[in-house]
């Protein structure tokens, strides 16, 4: 690899260019047949020339001890990555020749983006073989070019699975120990994701292989081999298209608890969700909030909070009919119930400031101080007093903020005709964190 420095001197003098050369020997990271882990005859020519071979310890196992010199090394990755790829960092740069192996497509949740993010992909040389996805999809006859991919190896939490089953009607999920097909089907049922069916696909490539369409229900305390694949299909839609702007009669809300379309709509340009921001909906009432947010928010996390439990149960209900799989729904008091909760990028105040049983919370301010920085947070204010607290909590934090007032009329039916009804004013609050 070469690469060039460009220096500006003083006026009057030239350009001087610096080239610098790696002496890194190329990296070879090369996938065996999935299940089977066969070696194929290229990458039997490069064990021959290794000096060093690494791997997970079952593709390790695959590899013949007499296709190797006597030099070689074996380097099991078994534990953290990082001293690993130091390993193999150190090799390369001291000329030896290193292999790689993988199981299947390297660059498909494979190890190959690791090590071109730390080696850089041009010290990579990339041998794939059939990926485990490919296979599966032969297995049912499913096309799958638009297929979400979903990988919950070593996570601690379903999000990007909870993403996929909003925008996807196929998704294939790659699962570990812990986060089995009976965990995601669990998942998918304390969601209310019934939709979607699921099939096992364990020890695909291998005389062993069995593949299992089951119902959600039917995991419940069924063992699955280590090696398994999960696909999930949708079989019908929600009841209601996840969009912006969804009529407020839609919504199962309680008397009157609902922030209207209008101030919907303006509440959530003024938070200007990013793909990946985590949001806060505190004081949710029906959800309305969180959901339009989620539609916006593909990458990321929704929290709807709200500490009546009729409401909350309206809010999975109304999550249910949307499809709005991304929102999580806390029940809880505030500002306790936010402590566990990761720190937001977003955050929208419906309820919770206002009225004589909020004098003395200390929401707003716990609330600017678990906002990321460059964070936007958004209150809508009815009453006067909560506004001026508000504004100058965001004044005396030194923060820059902003203040919308809207008031909506609606139509409705009058004498054969229509008349227009004047919505309550809302004053929407926002500010940004430096």
């Known amino acids: 690899m070469s690469f060039t420095i460009r220096i500006l001197l003083p006026p009057g003098r ?44 079952r593709l390790l196992a695959a590899c013949p001890d007499n296709l190797l010199s006597e030099t070689a090394e074996k380097l099991p990755i078994a534990g953290p990555l990082q001293p690993v790829i130091d390993a193999i960092r150190e090799a390369a740069e001291n000329g030896r020749n290193v292999v790689v192996l993988a199981d299947g497509d390297p660059l498909f949740f494979g190890i190959g983006r690791r090590l071109g993010e730390e080696l850089g ?25 638009e297929m979400d991919f979903v990988s919950l190896h070593g996570r601690d939490d379903f999000s990007p699975l909870y993403a996929a089953l ?32 699921m099939t096992v696909l364990e020890n695909i490539g291998t005389p062993e292989e069995v593949i299992r369409p089951l119902a959600l229900p039917e995991t419940w305390g069924m063992d699955f081999a280590p090696l398994n694949l999960v696909i999930l299909e949708r079989q019908y839609p929600p009841e209601i298209d996840l969009t912006l702007g969804i009529p407020d009669h839609y919504y199962l809300h309680q008397k009157d608890l609902i922030t209207k379309l209008p101030v919907r709509a303006a509440g959530l340009a003024h938070l200007n969700v990013l793909p990946d921001s985590t949001i806060w909906d505190l004081g949710a009432g029906c959800g309305s909030v969180s959901i339009e947010a989620s539609h916006l928010a593909r990458r990321g996390r929704v929290f709807a909070v709200e500490r009546n439990k009729t409401r909350a149960a309206m809010i999975r209900e109304n999550i ?60 809508h204010c ?50 940004e964190k430096p």
């Open 166 to 197: 909003v925008r996807a009607d196929l998704i294939a999920v790659f699962t570990d120990t812990i986060n089995t097909p009976a965990e995601v089907a669990r998942a998918l049922l304390e969601r209310g994701a019934d939709c979607f069916s």
């Open 382 to 431: 009815i009453l006067l007093d909560t506004l001026h607290a508000a504004k100058d909590h965001f004044k005396s934090l030194g923060w820059f903020f902003g203040v919308t007032q809207l008031q909506a009329s609606t139509t409705n039916a009058l004498a054969g005709d229509l008349r227009f009804k004047a919505q309550n004013p809302v004053f929407i609050l926002w500010a």
């Open 121 to 145: 992909r041009e010290n990579l040389l990339v041998e794939p073989n059939t990926s485990t996805m490919q296979l599966a999809a032969a297995r049912l006859g499913l096309p799958w070019q």
């Open 320 to 379: 249910r009919r949307t499809g709005a799989w991304l929102v999580d729904t806390v029940l809880g008091s505030m500002p306790d119930c936010l402590t566990d909760l990761p720190e937001p990028d977003r955050i929208f105040i419906g309820g919770g400031l206002g009225g004589p049983s909020n004098q003395d919370t200390s929401l707003l301010s716990i609330s600017c101080e678990r906002l990321k920085p460059r964070g936007r947070i958004v209150a």
């Open 14 to 57: 030239t350009f001087v260019y610096i080239a610098l050369m790696s002496n890194m020997q190329p990296v070879r990271v090369m996938g065996l047949a999935p299940g089977s882990l066969e070696i194929s005859p290229l990458v039997m020519e490069a064990l021959t020339k290794a000096d060093l071979v690494v791997g997970g310890k």
